[in-house]
């Protein structure tokens, strides 16, 4: 392939991403957002519209904030956030990133196939060959789907966690955390080491998942999914996946907070308040944050600043996000 079919090939697989459920900018979860910042946008702009009344400014002023209050579509997409230089850097990640995965991860990448092999036959070597179990069809895709779920988030929970707790990992997950503003995109803003850790962590999940259920069920396994997705994976990127990254303030309230990290949880995770460093590393379930002792709810926060704070790293150009964590590991020795 020459790198006019290689290039058009990417672009063409980037642009797929709005059709595709797999991907968090699917068109669905991007509308399904949207749809759950109706209420808080008519919250906030009751809490405004009280705000106003109760002000000494004059009349041109309370209209002129009115009217701010009013547009839900600047609400939704201020210019300010999604033109700022934090989110270009976003954007061309999202298209840099893609070409570099594409280029080099196929050559030096972990795949599923022969680590799911491998634990199979680990399982017949120790525990000896059996039949497999007679269970219905729709029991083993249960069981097979709710296990690639909950292997899938405990593994990203754990490596975000080591992302944040081993200084060398985090010179490179800082990338993501240099963000000042956030956007669906942002959730693309990464060093692309770090993109090839989470790679090699979704071949191990799927191998050793898959590995273990072939054992017990046999080559037959289906997973229960919508429109290609894992159900679970889709139900949780449908329920506002894409307001994680960005300035709309979701919470799902103190009991549904226990077991499923809200937007507004995820915001606090990206907070420069010291207070908040090293919280919520979960991605869809609380309960891996709560066993580490890592858990917080939204109730009572406000006024979140992203980035961070006073050791943000200058990733203002493309060349100073891919660099900077070589530099400042450098710097260190």
């Known amino acids: 392939m020459n790198i006019h079919d290689f290039l058009t090939t990417n672009f063409l697989e980037f642009a797929s991403y709005m059709n595709d459920a797999n991907k968090r900018l699917y068109w669905g979860y991007l509308v399904s957002a949207i749809l759950m910042a109706i209420p808080v946008y008519y919250l906030q702009n009751k809490t405004e519209k009280i705000a106003i009344n109760n002000t000494k400014n004059d009349d041109t002023d309370n209209n002129d904030l009115k009217r701010k209050s009013d547009n839900f579509f600047t609400f939704i997409f201020p210019k300010n956030i999604y033109l700022s230089p934090s989110s270009r850097i976003d954007y061309q990640l999202l298209v840099v990133n893609k070409v570099i995965k594409a280029a080099l991860f196929p050559v030096i990448i972990l795949t599923m196939a022969p680590i799911a092999l491998f634990v199979s036959a680990s399982f017949d070597n120790i525990f000896g060959a059996q039949e497999f179990l007679p269970w219905s069809a729709t029991t083993i895709i249960a069981i097979f789907t709710l296990l690639l779920f909950l292997v899938d988030d405990f593994t990203r929970f754990l490596l975000h ?137 939204a109730k009572g926060e406000k006024g979140i600043t992203f980035g961070v704070g006073k050791h943000n790293p200058d990733h203002s150009t493309l060349l100073k996000v891919y660099l900077s964590p070589f530099l400042s590991l450098f710097k260190k020795n």
């Open 161 to 297: 966690y080591l992302l944040h707790k081993i200084p060398f990992l985090w010179e490179f997950h800082k990338v993501h955390h240099s963000a000042t503003v956030l956007t669906p995109f942002t959730i693309y803003r990464s060093h692309p080491l770090e993109n090839y850790f989470y790679a090699c962590r979704m071949a191990l999940t799927q191998g050793l998942v898959v590995g273990l259920c072939y054992y017990f069920f046999g080559p037959t396994l289906k997973m229960a999914d919508i429109l290609g997705a894992n159900i679970f994976i889709f139900l949780f990127n449908f329920l506002g996946s894409n307001l994680r990254h960005s300035h709309i303030w979701l919470s799902f309230g103190n009991r549904i907070e226990n077991w499923i990290i809200s937007p507004a949880q995820h915001q606090i995770h990206h907070s420069i308040n010291p207070k908040h460093f090293d919280k919520n590393f979960g991605t869809a379930l609380a309960i891996w944050d709560r066993m580490f002792g890592s858990h917080t709810k």
